[in-house]
């Protein structure tokens, strides 16, 4: 096993990662650094001397660190109370002198002028593995010159090559496995405006193993851009993409599709199981809510203006410079994603004076003009559940379509009419009740996955009737469980051709 896991460092599939702060409470992290997978930094329950380079196993629940203290690596050796020996650097904690790190700070700056490069690129985790290594070289061997390790350009380009074709061979394997017992792709569009590439990207979720959720990106392909975004053209590319991963169109039948309302991708997946994503509905509530039409009441236009405004002395703040006498930075928001547009408002009205006081100085005063800081505040207010409930349903760690129902009866409490509300607050919470009625459609899948959720298993939020429903369903699917062959059968129903 060892041989494997030193294989699977050499190819990348596995890297080194130090512990620190409260992860390291032992000083036996010092001398030793821990094997995770490459792709999500997770345990594999295997450590590495930082020396010698000796494999050990550990899980710190079951083998703990005494092996590793145990361990010997080099002619340096001490005695402890007990008689057991032991590497004497295991005591010593090395520092680096201040101006060593100065050195390393003057070469960052170096790379970073020379080779174009952000500054942040120092804090990134591949910076660091690249940086762990080189030293982990030169302590061994000495003075060398770094010419002599670094690889040609062409040389990284082949390996990251066969580093992706075995790790998509690895995530190929993880997925088909999967398969058999549920699991999900979420899929989205988009285009890239400035070269006029559409794109589509994919994206697995399913419990792994160890029981937990894991959510790997199978594919992100370029659409082609000689064929128009029909639902057939979209139904082809789904199938390639998928089948380069092993999954053939038999048994595509067995996973769950997620993805926005659009019309074309709908009809793309129609013959397959399918939900809207709930924190793109819920955008899409935001958006026709504060919609300016024909009919749209003055007051309205007026809320609308403001949000407006404020989008434009948040550019105005960035492109002058004005924003670092702030205390706090202000957002930009991205036009098709009303949560920063939630949070351009927010960092506006949180600092509503300090703009003010930065302004003046400039002689810009007027560019506040009509951003009133009462309705700034009150539609902020109003609009913040909205961006937490969509936040926390895209998370991709834990799992979230318990949150649909929860969210979707949290939210319509908030929008009740509440006592004392200004004309534009009353519309606003009528047009969001009835947008959510309409597009936050609740399937029987939802309810199912919050009677699952221990915590809500009582499911209080439904009436008897609705909720014996549920239950019943529940017991049939045990049922259907129970009696189902312990082998999927061999042939499975082909899906019904999408038409071009």
């Known amino acids: 096993m060892e041989d494997e896991v030193r294989e699977k460092l050499r190819s990348g599939i596995y890297i080194i990662k130090r512990k620190k702060g409260q992860a390291a409470k032992s000083n036996v992290w010092d001398r030793f650094s821990e094997i995770v997978a490459a792709g999500d930094n997770s345990s594999i329950g295997y450590v590495k001397c930082n020396s010698c380079e000796k494999i ?30 032991q590497n004497i650097t295991a005591f010593l904690k090395s520092k680096v002198p201040a101006h060593v790190k100065s050195e390393v700070t003057d070469a960052c700056v170096e790379l970073c002028c020379r080779d174009l490069r952000p500054f942040d690129i120092v804090s990134g985790d591949g910076f660091q593995t690249v940086a762990q290594c080189l030293i982990n070289i030169g302590s061994r061997y000495g003075r060398v ?48 405006e400035f070269n006029k590439r559409a794109y589509t990207a994919f994206t697995g979720h399913f419990i792994n193993d160890d029981w937990k959720l894991e959510s ?61 994503c709930t924190a793109h509905v819920i955008n ?11 009919n749209t009441p003055p007051y309205m236009r007026d809320v609308s203006d403001i949000i407006a405004k404020c989008k434009s002395l948040v550019t105005y703040l960035k492109k002058s410079g004005t924003v670092v006498q702030l205390p706090h930075t ?70 979230t379509i318990q949150l649909v129902v929860l969210w979707f009866f949290k939210l319509k409490k908030h929008c009740e009419p509440q006592y004392g509300d200004p004309e534009y607050m009353v519309y606003i919470r009528a047009q969001a009740t009835q947008l959510l009625n309409e597009k936050m459609s609740i399937s029987v899948t939802h309810k199912l996955g919050t009677f699952l ?30 009696s189902a062959p312990l082998t999927p059968p061999a042939s499975v129903r082909e899906p019904e051709p999408v038409p071009p």
Request: proline residues 2%; aromatic residues 6%.
């Open 453 to 482: 959720c221990p915590r809500f298993k009582s499911l209080k939020m439904f009436q008897a009737e609705e909720r014996n429903a549920v239950y019943d369903q529940a017991r049939r699917l045990v049922r259907e469980f129970d």
């Open 56 to 85: 050990y196993k550990h899980e710190s629940h079951k083998t703990g660190t005494s092996s590793m203290s145990r361990h010997i690596c080099g002619g340096s050796k001490k005695k402890d109370d007990s008689g057991t020996s």
């Open 145 to 192: 010159d770094a010419s002599s390790v670094l690889p040609h350009r062409q040389t990284v380009c082949d390996r990251a090559k066969s580093t992706a074709k075995e790790k998509k061979e690895i995530l190929s394997k993880k997925i088909n496995q999967a398969l058999d017992c549920g699991i999900a792709i979420t899929t989205d569009m988009w285009t890239d």
């Open 284 to 294: 899409i509530v935001l958006k026709h809510t504060f919609d300016v039409k024909e």
């Open 330 to 399: 202000v957002t930009q928001e991205c036009e098709t994603r009303w949560n920063s547009k939630v949070a351009m408002m927010q960092s506006v009205s949180k600092q509503y004076r300090e703009i003010q006081q930065a302004l003046q100085e400039k002689d810009q005063l007027h560019r506040m003009d009509g951003i009133q800081l009462d309705v700034l505040n009150t539609v902020t207010e109003f609009l913040l559940p909205f961006k937490t409930a969509s936040e926390e349903m895209e998370g991709d760690t834990y799992p």
């Open 216 to 276: 790997r990106v199978i594919s992100t392909a370029e659409f082609d851009s000689t064929l128009k975004k029909t639902a057939h053209n979209i139904h082809e590319q789904i199938i390639k993409e998928l089948h380069d991963f092993g999954i053939e169109p038999a048994r595509i039948s067995k996973v769950m599709f997620v993805s926005d309302q659009g019309a074309n991708i709908k009809a793309a997946l129609r013959s397959y199981k399918w939900m809207p």
